[in-house]
């Protein structure tokens, strides 16, 4: 739906699939027109596609309710691409220059069509993202113009296995009737409408912390450097609290009305359940579980950070959106952390 500027775009995440139409203006800004969501059902796990012909249900109810929003119908959309295989990898290329030594825009093209052509083992490309240029060893953003005898650039390259987007195009073209405009990498997209310049060029940790997986994306310099999926999210704490003797759903309802990322250290926490012919909540033993899989989600942060080795040089600190952001009290924990 890229007509007279109607843009729409459909994220499928591990807790519910989601649809938006937007319109650009002759100022290039979008205003939102229609959103919708409905939960996933298990047809995403990890932020993959699980089940096709549940998802492509849920997609085709999903555009029928935009549609009627709209009273236009919708042909073509941008559908964000993720999961926990999802990951950079650098790739370098590099040129010798003739005697003149001077760096064209040819020559940068030049690069660009041999990082193209790159294809990872046993994985599929999905997104070439950032470069960082080289002119004979020395850091230069902007090289058209500039003398070297030697120019290299380094490459962040997204990939991920190599069904992800066949997936898609089962649930969104063959089954949904519709055509893809282009994937977008969800997490990339989440960043480019939170992260401020400044904050990419002082260097910051963004976590996108979701349902299913919690996404670390490391920038410095204006450019991403890292960019890693942990297979870790909100359901995961869902899932340890329903082991106390819940059903999933309530165990999700308990997470997000009293779970917080504390510790109680309060006497005669058993707190009565406000659902009828439920369980009562032992507050003690709700936040242990909730703050025992933080500290692993946590962990596994803190070490993909200091494997990018940019661990001293994020001046912006982290940045954190999704889902399972909002539980209560996660900025405290994550200070502490």
């Known amino acids: 739906m890229t007509q007279s500027g109607f843009i729409a775009a459909i994220d499928l995440g591990t807790s519910k699939i989601t649809g938006v139409v937007g319109r650009k203006n002759e100022n290039n800004v979008i205003s939102v027109l229609a959103c919708e969501s409905i939960p996933s059902d298990n047809s995403i796990r990890r932020g993959t596609v699980y089940n096709i012909d549940k998802a492509s249900a849920i997609v085709r109810k999903l555009i029928s309710m935009l549609e009627n929003t709209l009273d236009r119908k919708i042909g073509k959309v941008y559908v964000s691409i993720g999961g926990q295989s999802v990951h950079t990898e650098m790739i370098r290329e590099m040129k010798q220059l003739s005697s003149s030594g001077i760096v064209t825009e040819s ?37 058209v113009g500039v003398t070297c005898s030697t120019i290299e650039a380094e490459y962040q390259v997204v990939v991920g296995r190599p069904n992800l987007g066949p997936n898609l195009e ?42 299913g997986t919690t996404t670390l994306s490391i920038y410095k310099g204006g450019i991403l450097r890292r960019m ?87 001046g912006a600190g982290l940045i954190i959106t999704g889902g399972a952001s909002q539980l209560k009290n996660l900025e405290a924990y994550l200070n502490q952390k």
């Open 107 to 143: 020559v940068v093209e030049q690069l660009r069509n041999a990082a193209d052509k790159y294809k990872p083992d046993l994985k599929r490309k999905y997104a070439i993202v950032d470069v960082e240029y080289f002119l004979d060893d020395k850091p230069e953003k902007n090289p």
């Open 170 to 211: 089962k649930v969104i073209v063959e089954k949904g009737h519709l055509q893809i405009a282009d994937f977008l990498v969800g997490p990339l997209a989440a960043a480019a409408i939170v992260l401020t310049d400044e904050e990419k060029e002082l260097g910051c940790a963004f976590l996108d912390f979701g349902a």
């Open 228 to 314: 890693v999926t942990i297979p870790f999210g909100g359901k995961n704490i869902t899932k340890d609290i329903a082991e106390l003797n819940f059903v999933e759903s309530d165990a999700e309802q308990y997470k997000v009305k009293y779970g917080k990322a504390a510790r109680e250290n309060t006497e005669g926490s058993l707190f009565a359940s406000p659902f009828s012919s439920k369980p009562d909540i032992d507050l003690v033993e709700l936040n242990k579980v909730i703050v025992m899989r933080l500290d692993e989600i946590t962990a596994n942060i803190k070490e993909q950070i200091r494997l990018s080795g940019y661990q001293e040089q994020l």
